[in-house]
């Protein structure tokens, strides 16, 4: 065997030597992100602000929210006991709670107390600006009111004006028995426990444990609830997988099927095989040195790219099926140029894909080239060589089939024409009229059916903060504050006066600066407890001049103010500290929270980043963003067809560069109209279909357009690749996730297309063709 | 043995009572099976901060899904509503104390709800004369804190009931010309609507 044949194949085993080799060291780490909002570009902060608002994002993507019912309170409490005790044993969580003290609250009164004077409820500050009388009047209604007082807390508070700042600082406490929080409603009790997942939570093998943890803790106790990120995630992966593994193996089953059918002998299946696994791992390869981790959308268009890849093995096979005898490196040398160029053309449009402004879909973009260039080196440097000297399967009958019917269809299509034609238009017209964009977010995740419910009767349980904020930034301490009230007297009043949403929780709200708080002490002092209806509401109650005395007294005797950091620390509370981002030489940063958002759009027309104002709604961005890139890639997509036109024309001159890119072009069309038609959806993952479908329309046309001679093999070639790849694809387009299912039906209907159209095109017949040339 | 009995029937929630008691069910029975209730108050409130107990009389109504209008009429006129989980103070919003779960414990309190006191307290149930009485223990932590415990007694449905706090106070409120009306009149429709 001369030298120069076993080149190739070292060459090829050095690169998947390489390639595993540098796989294999990515892949210690975590590599995969499954997180739909990591994929999308960041939102424009300021440096410090980020920071708070992914801590913020943190607690909503890593922690779970479970609750145990039972009859009674203690039940309840037991339950959740043994609740946290499996999840702390599952070790799939860092932090397992809450666990609280029942004498937090104890405490915070305590640590507040001597400050007293100084912290008023919001309300109670406006009503003692514009009318301190109704203070007393309230405080009277109080007293005389169905709820009675404990003389305790009345000594130190005989306006109540503590209470109500207690409460403000905790508007919504659930009781707690034995020391884990109980919601009631309907008769029933339920234990909340939150549990945080660990870091690196979203790898693979993590989830599949978090829901089996699941599925036992809601088999020990029928009716237990759960929601929370992590959940969402995990099913959604577990779908994804499914549904994409679902693919891989019909394609995979499809390509061994018929390699081995057709090929006869496993040889040529292994090469193809060894093709497409080349190509994936080099995809994934590149992508995990590029980006460090692969997501999760990067995979299920790599799964996709097996259709694309199998096709230069394809496409070898069969030429070497029409002309047996012939030597495979000269086949090679035939095969080299048409392959070379349908790959840099497709190379070049997925690259074009790598210009949009989206992590997610470089990472295609890059899996996609590289992948390709795997496969198609595969086939360049180790098929020859390795598919063997033995003559390959007779099967002259059945290219001879396809030649009739590559010579017959297009000449049934001319006969008819007209009317092929004007039926053609129709369907383009009023399929692609009829089509409407679609970038709703919800389509592109299906939470199982359990989960969605679970999630809304909790959601009914628990009045539970809205997932959109605001974050307020100054350059200094003062005009942070200035900043962030003028925010929240702006939400007062769409709360107050058009019910746009329930409650907001702003620190600026609850704390004010030192001055400030001696500023309200004096206040307080002139127009209340200084003031004659203090005395007079002191006497309406019994209460003599010693009980006044005292009263004023222990208001000069306050007169330390209460710094942030010591009141956040007095507060002792978690949420109010992450909403705190603290000052830094960027200035100083905080996060105000929301409740019950009903009139977002009122709301988020609060935003105004030049006051450092930023209104931030990750999930509404998503649909933004999705109809943002749907235009950016569209329009990418045409930059890919003039990239790949360019390259064609290099090589084959403008009129049959036009008629290949015709192919692609055609078949995209009338996907689109069947789908129009089908009343799918036309959103992201549409254009990310055409895509595809540019490469496999460009193989279908190079193929076609080899020399007459070769055309049969290069029809079977095509009809092969559109049998397996249309067949994982249709698969795809009956899943649940329509999503999923749009991506499987654009590629089912483009590869058809291209399938049918590529005769037509790329191969139309010239002077020169000679019918019936095939011996 | 029959007091080790006794203690281990109040623990569990007592729904078996000793004899010469009453049995939840047997008081349950005696209530009033009605969705308003409208009465005059009279609140006695002994604070030992103060010399002498705050009195106070009015009337109120209490309306099972709407809420309690608690108006005062003497020492002075003044108002407390409470509708959907927010309280109202002569008009305004204003601050809940002890938050909604207190509010719809005084509600049980009032109506005699024994179903939606008992995960909350220790109940024991005995009769007074032709008069039931109960007495009510906190069960847990967060409530024991603050309220040392309840009783409450009267021939068909709740006719007086006493608050008693951990550091001795207590007070006393007592309903008189109770009626069980079926449908709320205009006026009191008007005053339950939301204020705005």
């Known amino acids: 065997m001369p030298r120069r044949l076993e080149r190739g194949p070292l060459l090829w085993a050095l690169l998947v030597g390489i390639a595993v080799g540098a796989c294999l060291i990515k892949l210690q780490g975590p590599w995969l992100d499954s997180n739909l909002l990591s994929m999308l570009p960041a939102d424009p902060l300021p440096a410090n602000a980020r920071a708070l608002a992914e801590r913020h994002q943190d607690r909503f993507t890593d922690r779970t929210l479970w609750l145990v019912p039972a009859d009674n309170a203690a039940d309840a409490a037991a339950r959740g006991r043994a609740l946290r005790t499996v999840l702390t044993n599952s070790d799939l969580f860092s932090e397992v709670g809450p666990k609280l003290d029942p004498a937090r609250l104890q405490q915070r009164y305590q640590a507040l107390r001597p400050y007293r004077f100084q912290l008023l409820a919001p309300r109670d500050r406006r009503r003692l600006e514009s009318n301190p009388q109704a203070l007393i ?4 209604a109080r007293v005389f009111g169905p709820f009675n007082l404990s003389g305790e807390q009345w000594r130190d508070d005989p306006l109540f004006l503590f209470e109500h700042y207690l409460q403000a600082l905790a508007p919504f406490t659930l009781e707690l028995e034995d020391g884990l929080p109980i919601a009631a409603s309907d008769g029933r009790y339920w234990a909340l426990t939150t549990a945080t997942v660990r870091a690196g939570g979203f790898a693979l093998d993590r989830q599949s444990e978090l829901l089996s943890v699941t599925r036992d803790v809601q088999r020990r106790w029928p009716g237990s609830l759960v929601t929370g990120a992590p959940l969402y995630t995990a099913a959604g992966a577990a779908g994804a997988r499914r549904e994409m593994s679902t693919v891989g193996v019909f394609s995979l089953a499809a390509v061994v099927t018929l390699f081995l059918a057709l090929f006869g002998g496993p040889r040529p299946m292994l090469l193809a095989l060894a093709s497409v696994t080349t190509g994936l791992l080099c995809g994934l390869t590149a992508t995990l040195w590029v980006f460090g981790e692969i997501h999760l959308i990067g995979l299920v268009f790599g799964a996709g790219l097996i259709g694309v890849a199998v096709d230069y093995s394809i496409h070898f096979f069969c030429q070497r099926l029409d002309q047996p005898g012939i030597d495979p490196r000269t086949l090679r040398r035939h095969l080299a140029a048409p392959l070379a160029l349908a790959l840099v053309s497709s190379v070049l449009g997925y690259l074009a894909m790598g210009l949009a402004a989206f992590p997610g879909l470089r990472q295609v973009a890059v899996f996609s080239a590289a992948g390709l260039s795997g496969a198609w080196l595969t086939v360049m440097l180790a098929v020859p060589a390795l598919s063997g000297r033995a003559a390959p399967a007779d099967r002259q009958g059945l290219l001879t089939l396809i030649g009739g019917w590559r010579r017959g269809w297009p000449a049934w299509c001319g006969r008819h024409r007209t009317v092929l034609l004007l039926v053609l238009a129709a369907l383009l017209a009023t399929g692609l009229w009829r089509l409407t964009p679609d970038d709703d977010v919800r389509h592109y995740q299906s939470p199982p059916a359990w989960l969605q419910t679970q999630g809304e009767r909790i959601q009914a349980l628990l009045p539970r903060g809205d997932s959109r904020y605001f974050i307020v930034h100054g350059d200094t301490p003062t005009q942070w504050r200035q900043r962030e009230h003028a925010l929240t007297r702006e939400l007062r009043t769409l709360q107050d006066q058009r019910g746009a949403l329930d409650s907001y929780r702003a620190i600026s709200a609850l704390w004010q600066p030192a001055p400030r708080q001696q500023a309200l002490r004096e206040t307080l002092g002139e127009r209340v407890y200084r003031h004659p209806r203090f005395g007079a509401y002191l006497q309406q109650l019994g209460l003599g001049d010693a009980a006044l005395a005292r009263h004023r007294q222990a208001l000069d005797a306050a007169g330390d103010s209460l710094s942030l950091e010591n009141w956040l620390t007095a507060v002792n509370d978690d949420s109010l500290r992450q909403q705190w981002g603290g000052c830094d030489r960027h200035g100083c940063t905080s996060l105000v929270t929301l409740a019950g958002l009903r009139d977002s759009d009122r709301v988020a027309a609060l935003a105004a980043p030049k006051q450092g104002r930023y209104f931030i709604d990750r999930a509404g961005a998503v649909s933004a963003v999705l109809a ?8 990418l997509l045409l930059g890919a ?17 036009l008629r290949l890119l015709g192919v692609p072009a055609l078949a995209s069309l ?4 069947v789908l129009g038609w089908l009343q799918g959806g036309f959103g992201l993952i549409t254009v990310l279909a055409l895509y595809l479908l540019l490469g496999i329309g460009i193989d279908y046309a190079i193929f076609f357009s080899q020399p007459e001679r070769r055309r049969d093999a290069a029809a079977l070639a095509v009809l092969l690749s559109a049998a397996t790849t249309s067949l994982s694809f249709g698969l795809l387009s009956l899943s649940t996730t329509r999503l999923v299912a749009d991506f499987g039906l654009t590629l089912l209907l483009g590869i058809v297309a291209a399938a049918l159209i590529a005769p037509l095109l790329a191969a139309a017949p010239r002077p020169d063709t000679q019918p019936g040339a095939r011996p | 043995m ?6 281990f029937i109040l623990l569990a929630g007592s729904v078996v009572a000793h004899a010469g008691e009453l049995t939840l069910e047997q008081v349950a029975e005696r209530l009033p099976d009605a969705p308003i209730l409208r009465a005059d108050f009279r609140q006695q409130q002994h604070l030992s901060l103060l010399p002498r107990p705050l009195t106070a009389t009015g009337d109120l109504l209490l309306a099972g899904d709407r809420g309690l209008l608690w108006r005062v009429r003497k020492p002075f006129e003044s108002e407390i509503k409470l509708i959907d989980g927010t309280l109202y103070s002569n008009g305004q919003a204003d601050t809940l104390p002890g938050g909604e779960a207190f509010a719809r414990r005084l509600m049980a309190v009032l109506s005699g709800d024994i179903e939606a006191l008992k995960p909350h307290f220790h109940i024991q149930a005995r009769e007074e004369g032709d008069e039931w009485r109960l007495a009510l223990t906190p069960r847990n932590d967060t409530l024991s804190r603050v309220l040392s415990g309840i009783r409450l007694g009267g021939h068909q449905g709740p006719e007086f009931f006493r608050l008693d706090y ?13 009626e069980y009306p079926d449908t709320l009149s205009d006026d009191e429709e008007r005053r339950f609507a939301t204020p705005p």
């Not at chain 1, 009338?670 to 109209?673: H, K, T």
């Open chain 2, 166 to 178: 951990p550091n001795g106070d207590y007070s006393v409120t007592r309903l008189s010309h109770i």
């Open chain 1, 137 to 140: 009047d309230n405080a009277l």
């Open chain 2, 2 to 7: 029959k007091s080790l009995v006794a203690v």
């Open chain 1, 641 to 657: 067809y003039l990239l790949s036109g360019l390259v064609l024309t290099l090589a084959r001159g403008p009129v049959k560069a």
């Open chain 1, 670 to 673: 009338v996907a689109l109209a």
């Open chain 1, 628 to 635: 943002t890139l749907r235009e950016h890639l569209a329009w």
